[in-house]
């Protein structure tokens, strides 16, 4: 009898793994289809902009919509650059933004590795109440922002820009959760090597902490590229104004209809220098927003 219950149990379990393989590989191929799909959804707005900022002003206005550029209009790029001093507005993007990333990843290194390392009276009192301020509408700080930096002098100014954004409490919050993952017995080996605790920090946790580190570096620059409030209340002046502010203005600056290929064709490049840096980051991005969220 436990023999023939044995045979009836193998055949039923030979029976079903093709039927569970059949699953999962539909299963799989609904998912990358899903996938595809949501892909082609992302991608479609920058395919727009793309073939847009190569049509003339006809084909740009024309209904139904043309879907492809003919012809080529390659001019439309050094024509539009000539009209504003986009260089300009380019290169105060690129201080922004590299000022912005290179605050958040040393402010929030030095302040996470306090608060998931060192201990000190008050440490998670404190923690979370920084983690509070994360709950405060940014736009209910500009006005006191605004009258600070009035104060300093800093209105119009590269320092005025970026300092009030170079330290974020979620920067602070994702470093934290990831250097909690790393082994204490790495730090104590080298507690008994002799390293103090900045010492600890710089040789053993910074070079362990490298993909969470990148993906705040993506995250902060992408931000500090595409700020948009802040630098339209801080900037005064046309030299220090961003692309984002240019393009904005630049919109409606030549009368009342819009040159949509002249605007796409500035546009198109201001997206290229975010393209590139999460395309050059996105492995340790991908990695670094993994692992920030396995331990508590």
Known sequence: ????????????????????????????????????????????????????????????????????????????????LALQPFGRYFMNSTVLAIGVTAGRVINGALAAYAFSRLVFPGRDLIFYAYLGTMMIPEHVTLIPLFLILNAFGWLDSYQ????????????????????????????????????????????????????????????????????????????????????VIGIAQFQGAYGAITNWPYVMAVSTLAVIPTLGVFFFGQRYFVQGITLSGLKG
């Not at 799989?28 to 991608?43: E, F, P, Y």
């Open 1 to 80: 009898m436990s023999t023939v219950l044995a045979d009836r149990t193998k055949r039923g379990r030979s029976a079903s793994a093709p039927r569970a393989r059949a699953r999962r590989a539909l299963a799989s191929a609904l998912t990358h289809l899903l996938m595809l799909a949501l892909s082609i959804v992302m991608v479609v707005p920058f395919i727009s902009m793309a073939t847009t900022s190569l049509m003339t002003m006809s084909q740009a206005y024309s209904f139904p919509p043309a879907i492809w550029p003919n012809p080529f209009v390659w001019a439309n790029y050094p024509e539009a």
């Open 160 to 243: 005025g820009l970026i300092l009030p954004f170079a330290v974020t409490a979620f920067g602070v919050f994702l470093l934290r959760q990831f250097f909690i993952t790393i082994p204490r017995e790495l730090e104590e080996a080298a507690v008994i090597d002799g390293c103090g605790p900045f010492g600890v920090f710089w040789r053993v946790i910074l070079p362990l902490a490298k993909p969470g580190l990148a993906a705040l570096a993506v995250l902060s620059f992408v931000s500090g590229w595409n700020m948009f409030v802040w630098p339209l209340i801080i900037a005064n002046s046309a030299n220090m104004r961003t692309i």
